[in-house]
């Protein structure tokens, strides 16, 4: 077990898959230090993408703990603690470290991140996430092309081309878009921030890119 300390926050690391495939592949290609520095920076970034400057503005979190454990999830966050799977970067076929990367940031959004308290599409709780490993510039190879799903709310990259369109027609709409949904949500949301209901800006988009 790792950790380090910062003047807003601990972060732990354990790897819990360690003599594994998986977790040997940590130890080589990824490390503690890469790891913990990466926490550090990932929680500045989803701070400053959410505007999450004050500490007001953030969920009462002093540490955010990483756990490197064999399962069958890419990840999952519960209450500051991050899983991420080892039998995963065991499969991985590519740079094991940009894609630890990339999820280590997703996986932070999830974090701090609200949610509607509950009421949220769970797509678009997603999405928001995988809207900051966009911003982040980790993007698989494998990701959808902008314009490309069926739904808004579709989830995931789907989802966070969309949202990264929305952001486009205002800066900032992402970090206000969380905000509301410290509380609840309702998909009127779209209309006061941006003035079209969500279905006419994910037609929008769609039109945007049909050609």
């Known amino acids: 077990m790792a950790s380090l300390q910062s003047s807003a926050m601990e972060y732990t690391l354990k790897n819990v898959a360690s003599g594994t495939p998986g977790g040997i592949r940590f130890d080589n290609n990824i490390g503690f230090p890469y790891s913990l520095q990466t926490m550090m920076e990932s929680m500045d970034f989803v701070w400053r993408l959410f505007r999450q400057e004050a500490h007001d503005d ?17 990840a999952h966050t519960s209450n500051g603690e991050i899983y991420l799977s080892a039998s995963y970067l065991e499969r991985f076929s590519g740079v094991a470290k940009a894609e630890f990367t990339g999820l280590l940031y997703y996986a932070m959004a999830c974090v701090w991140q609200w949610d509607g308290a509950g009421q949220a599409p769970r797509g678009l709780v997603q999405g928001i996430a995988d809207f900051v490993r966009l911003r982040s510039g980790y993007v698989p190879a494998h990701w959808a092309a902008p314009g490309q799903g069926n739904r808004w709310d579709q989830g995931y990259d789907v989802t966070a081309r969309f949202l990264d369109y929305c952001e486009s027609l205002r800066n900032g709409f992402v970090a206000e878009l969380n905000k509301k949904m410290r509380t609840g949500y309702s998909n009127g949301y779209f209309v006061e921030l941006l003035g079209k209901s969500v279905d006419q800006l994910w037609n929008d988009y769609k039109a945007k890119y049909a050609t």
Not at 58 to 74: A, F, G, P
Request: proline share 0%.
């Open 58 to 74: 953030r969920k009462s979190i002093t540490r955010v703990s990483l756990i490197l454990e064999n399962m069958n999830d890419l």
